[in-house]
Antibody, heavy 117, light 111 residues
Framework: QVQLQESGPGLVKPSETLSLTCTVS??????????WSWIRQSPGKGLEWIGH???????NYNPSLKSRVTISVDTSKNHFSLKLTSVTAADTAVYYC?????????WGQGALVTVAS | QSVLTQPPSVSGAPGQRVTISCTGS?????????VHWYQQLPGTAPKLLIY???NRPSGVPDRFSGSKSGTSASLAISGLQAEDEADYYC???????????FGTGTKVTVL
């Protein structure tokens, strides 16, 4: 059974960089069958796809966030990471990592990140 | 930016059947991209409920069914149970945005 677990600071100051890591267990980020994704959900709002990465390092980002987002993968540690720069209060959300096969079939439990000074 | 539109809420009595619509456009559902559905119970992560328009992952009760036609898709819940009270989201791919999109979400209330 594949499991994903987000980790990282729960509080980030405005204008700084949000950094999260997703550790995968029960499966490998090096599998050529999947993409590895980040999705967020603002308080009381819907879901927003942020982007995804393939084990080779190929990425695809949401155009609305592309200028501020970087997703990377570390196959030796079996994890992938999210960096979002120049954050504002609008970036406050629960951030989920998920495995993408066309659908998002496995999700982490989510990490709440609050942007505040 | 939700390009897939769902009704904000639907409700039904236990045992009834409810349906949730997901309306897209020619750049997503209408282009033939698959629609997937997720159930989000309060305070938890979304869970894949239907994939590839009408397929249920192992463990999902057959009370849940999906369909797709033209630029829209639907999720039906038959024999509604109290445990089905949750938020439901559709999801597809959009070629204009070159990315994955989610529906606006529907809250199901069991009366």
């Amino acid at each position: 059974q594949v499991q994903l677990q987000e980790s990282g600071p729960g509080l980030v100051k405005p204008s700084e960089t949000l950094s999260l890591t997703c550790t995968v267990s029960g499966g490998s980020v090096s599998s050529g069958s999947y993409y590895w994704s980040w999705i967020r959900q603002s308080p009381g709002k819907g879901l927003e796809w942020i982007g995804h990465i393939y084990y080779s390092g190929e990425t695809n980002y949401n155009p609305s966030l592309k200028s501020r987002v970087t997703i990377s993968v570390d196959t030796s540690k079996n994890h992938f990471s999210l960096k979002l720069t120049s954050v504002t209060a609008a970036d406050t959300a629960v951030y989920y990592c998920a495995r993408l096969t066309g659908s998002f079939d496995y999700w982490g439990q989510g990490a709440l990140v609050t942007v505040a000074s | 930016q939700s390009v897939l539109t769902q009704p904000p809420s639907v409700s039904g009595a236990p045992g009834q059947r409810v349906t949730i619509s997901c309306t897209g456009s020619s750049s997503n559902i209408g282009s033939g991209y698959d629609v997937h559905w997720y159930q989000q119970l309060p305070g938890t992560a979304p869970k894949l409920l239907i994939y590839g328009n009408r397929n249920r992952p192992s463990g999902v009760p057959d009370r849940f069914s999906g369909s797709k036609s033209g630029t829209s898709a639907s999720l039906a819940i038959s024999g509604l149970q109290a445990e089905d009270e949750a938020d439901y989201y559709c999801q597809s791919y959009d070629s204009s945005l070159s990315g994955y999109v989610f529906g606006t979400g529907t809250k199901v209330t069991v009366l």
